[in-house]
């Protein structure tokens, strides 16, 4: 069967969706969208260097073709 990804978009929607599944005797699996400390620190860091212009662009695949 098929399974479904399902994004509500606050509290009083995750709430109903819970209910209409248990109601339904639907197994679900909860969820919650967190990154890790060194994810956001990456990201951060990529986005300062880029506000600084210290990017480089990556050529591998027109070098490989050169």
């Known amino acids: 069967m098929d399974a479904l990804i399902v994004y509500p978009q606050n509290a009083d929607q995750l709430t109903a969706l819970k209910a209409v599944m248990k109601a339904m005797n ?36 027109k070098d490989m073709l050169a």
Request: no cysteine; hydrophobic share 30%.
């Open 26 to 61: 639907i197994s679900f699996v909860q969820q919650e969208e967190e990154y890790s400390d060194y994810v956001i620190n990456g990201i951060k860091e990529s986005l300062q260097q880029a506000d600084n212009g210290l990017l480089t662009p990556y050529t591998g695949i």
